[in-house]
């Protein structure tokens, strides 16, 4: 993190304003390369490249199959990557991922792991999960503020035309036909893990064209229903119906099947630090095993695989040997690392979070929702995760706003988010909450600003079916996980990609 620090004057009031973001600026020296020589050497069997989710199951998934000779770099001073978290004296809270929404029930591999979390604690004679609730969100759990009030639900409702209702009835019931379906070889058309998706052309052809077009191919044209879509696509993918496939924007709807819990469909799990919780079940899986601060800068392949890594704490290279070298980095930085370009069509988009710490008075007798949106926003709303803490002391509420660059030129939005400063942020993030919350700047205490430069990978098209060769592995000796292999950036897809490297590993 990179803290700068200004107070904001405004009519006499005074809080506190902070940037952080991930080290970008030790990552950009993956460009330059200016590290000293190595001045010392490690050897181990597998080494692990990034300590996000997908690394981390890579980790869990070494150790369940009696693999204890590993390591773990990571470049930030801590693990998580995505699903990290910041903490002020009231809360702690997400720097990234915030829920995770119950698997599908044929995704055991998860399953078991919330089971050895406590998180799923087994099944009722009925075969519904029981589940620990105070990890989820509970009523109310959405709003949007709409037509000048909040409604409950994000679905656009109140005064709403006829033609409109008719659209999302018929939309949603598309969806529901799609979560179902299946193909000649039994396989779901829309799958979590992506990987186990229908391959059949039908299938491809919807990850060629955007999904806006499908849309309008379709007859959708409420303004209410294109923007809940636009905005679905935008919280989940970080871009909106204009760019991503029809393919993600029908899996955002379709690829779930949590609809096998009738008791727990709508609800998801969460935590006030968000999914960093969820990272730090995997900590028994890398105790002792793994080196934070450690950025990887350059590998090759000898009778085994030599890695360069500098050590930012220390000011220092070491040369790490390993037999097997699994990258659980995101495709740009790979590149970087093996001095090659392996495939074309990664894009990432940038994301900024803001953290406010609001007094307690805020939002007077009103409760706010877990999740709180505003129709006709570019920005994604607000999370409010206190609900989830029974140790809360009930005091200043802190809330997390979401805003995702959502355009056509990532590269540009990615180098314009670094260049805003303190007061720039907070107009962008204040006009918006004003819309719904007038006064707001009456309740601010501090806002934290965290910038994400290359947050998540696009579904854009050809993402999902066109990048297969990017899993590949070099030689038998170097493999690949991280999400963006996936080509959609969730939980599940992390999780997975670090099962399916670690197994090609070992074998
Ligand atoms: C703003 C935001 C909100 C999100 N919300 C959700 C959500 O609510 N639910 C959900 O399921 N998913 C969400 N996601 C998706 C999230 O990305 C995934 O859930 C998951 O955390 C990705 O894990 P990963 O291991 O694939 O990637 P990453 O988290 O990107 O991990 C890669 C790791 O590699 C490290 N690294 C990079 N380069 C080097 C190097 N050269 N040397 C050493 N280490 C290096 C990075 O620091 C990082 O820790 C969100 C993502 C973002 C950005």
Redesign the pocket.
Known sequence: MLPFLQYCEKKGKSWLLKITG??HVL?HR?WAKDFPKPTEEIHTKFLI????????SACRFLSQHNESDYQL????NH?????SNGQNKFSKFPL?????PLPSKENEEIIDFLKESKIYQGDDDNGEPILDEYQMTFPQQERLFFKNAWQNDVVPQKGISKQSQKEFERFFSMMDGFRDRKDSSGRYYFAIPVGDSSKEDEAQQLDKIVFKDWLSQHNFTSEELLWLLDYSCRDDYGLGIKYVSAWAGIHYFAGRKNNWSKKYKDQVFTWPE??ARLASHFSRYIEGKSLTG????ETKITEKVEVL?FDNIQKKTKKIVADKVLF???QF?NE??LNKKRTGNFNYVP?L?TTITLKNEFGGDEELAWDNVIYGSDGLGYIYDQHQNVEQIMGEKVITY?K?FSTANCKKARKDLYALQENQLKKIVLDDLKKAHPLIEDFILDMQFHK?GH??IAPVPNQVFGNSEAKQPIDGKIFF????LSGI??????FY??IRAAKEMVN
């Open positions: 991930t080290n990552g993956l490249v990034g300590g996000g989710i997908s690394g981390l770099l990571e470049m930030e693990t998580g990557g995505n699903s990234g991922a915030h829920y995770l968000g999914n450690h950025l990887v800068f890594s659980a980095t995101p930085v970087r690392i994301w979070l979401y995702s994400i947050a998540m996980a991280h999400s963006d950036s969730i939980f599940e897809e992390a990609q670090g």
